[in-house]
Each structure stands twice: as C-alpha cells, then as structure tokens.
C-alpha cells in the first residue's frame, strides 16, 4: 500500500515539475547601488497566462529583465524549462526557450516588417512560419514591405511579438505590450494571447490595463516595492476587487 502511494507521489512530482515552465524563488536585483526587487518568489505553469500587476515603479518591468539576466547583479534561484540559469548569460537564456517583448519593442527601423521577422535566429525548431505570422497578424502581411519607421505602434507591437514567435519560444515575457494603443489594437492582441494559449504557449505579462488582463489571465500577482504582494487566481477576482483597487489604485 505505502509502496503504491510513494509510486502516485513520485509520478504527481514529475508531472508537477513537466507543467511547471518558470520557477523563481528568493530573487534579488539590483542596478548599481539600487536595490529593487526584495526575493520574488512565483511560478508559471504550463500554457498559464500570469500577470504582474503594480504601480509604476513596483519592480515589474525589472522582474521580467532579471529573468533574462538583463540587470546589474542578481541573487536567487531562477528555473528556466527544468534548468537553473542564474550562471547563464542573456542569449543562453534565451535559447531555453524564453522570448522577451520589451517596452521599447526593439523594431529596426531601416529594415521592412519581413526583414525583421526574418532577423532573429531560431531558438527551438517549432517556431511559427512568417506565413502562419501573417495569419495571425494580418496587417502585417499588408505592410510586409514597409519600413519599421512607417508602422503604427500598434504594428510595432504586432511585430514585436511576430518576431518572438518565429523564434520558437514557448515561454513569452511580456512587457506593456498595449500601453498608448487604440482600443481595437488592443482587442486585437487579447484575441492572439488567449490564440497563444490555446496552442499551449506560457505567458508573464506586466500590464497596466487591469481592464485588458483580467479576462485572460489565469493568475495575478500583485507587485509593490520589490515585493510580491498578493496572489490573485482568476476565480478570486471578484472577492478580491477592493483589494487590488488598493494596490493599483485603480
């Protein structure tokens, strides 16, 4: 009997560790002399969509940046697809299988939309055709020959996370992909995230619009200071209104 409930729990801890894409536990980092994040502990399952949510200034934007080792100096365990990275350099990082979206969207402005779409190199074989890009994207099939510097924002976007797809990556951080962009843009790109994770995609994504998250994500952790706050699970949402109202000051 005791040998039968070993074996169940054996098996419940793989599967738990298969589901299980992104596990920080105790992270720390630092810009210079700056402190900002004060040992974040979260996880990311598998197809999840998680948010961070907080004010401006609450360490989200730099959580994501020091997954991808993109900060001065960082301390902690950070567990990428079943494998520590704290010792590995941003591209290694990145060929794990993680694709990060910056604020700034990185678009290369003298190259067309499919220049780049075709820039970065493939980081796992089953990365989106630019075909399959353009069918998610529409628009950007229309504008495939324009120079980034002629795109919209909401395009820049859309090509941003094109490019990442292309990669390969099945684990996405997500930083403010709709901040400034129009409603229907906005829609948009809720429609390919809930797409996403359909096809069994892992998402972080800091948002700003509550508005926008709440419908999609499975989970919200609230973020102030460093700290994570609060643990949201998208069936608490109501019960909890008032609380995250507090914390985001919505």
Do not use: W
């Amino acid at each position: 009997m005791n040998q039968a409930v070993n074996l169940q729990t054996k098996h419940e801890a793989v599967h738990g560790n298969q589901r299980e894409k992104l596990r920080i536990n105790n992270l720390h980092a630092f810009y210079g002399e700056s402190h900002i994040l004060h040992g974040i502990d979260l996880t990311v399952n598998q197809g999840e969509l998680v948010t961070l949510l907080g004010r401006n200034g609450s360490g989200r934007s730099t959580t994501l940046k020091a997954i991808m080792n993109m900060v001065g100096k960082r301390t902690g365990n950070i567990v990428v697809n079943g494998e520590e990275t704290m010792s590995l350099p941003a591209h290694k990082i990145a060929r794990l299988g993680l694709g990060f979206c910056p604020e700034e969207r990185g678009i290369f402005s003298s190259l067309n939309v499919e220049e780049n779409l075709m820039l970065p190199p493939q980081v796992r074989s089953d990365g989106m055709s630019v075909e399959e890009i353009y069918e998610i994207f529409p628009n950007l099939y229309e504008r495939r020959a324009s120079q980034g510097t002629r795109l919209s924002g909401g395009e820049q976007q859309m090509l941003a996370l094109g490019r990442i797809l292309r990669t390969g990556a099945n684990i996405l951080l997500l930083d403010e992909i709709t901040e400034g962009l129009a409603p229907v843009i906005v829609q948009k790109l809720g429609e390919v995230l809930s797409l996403l994770k359909e096809r069994g995609l892992t998402i972080l994504l800091v948002e700003q619009n509550f508005r926008f998250a709440a419908p999609i994500a499975d989970r919200h952790y609230v973020m102030e200071h460093g700290h994570i706050v609060e643990e949201v699970h998208a069936h608490e949402l109501e019960a909890k209104t008032d609380l995250l109202n507090t914390y985001l000051g919505v």
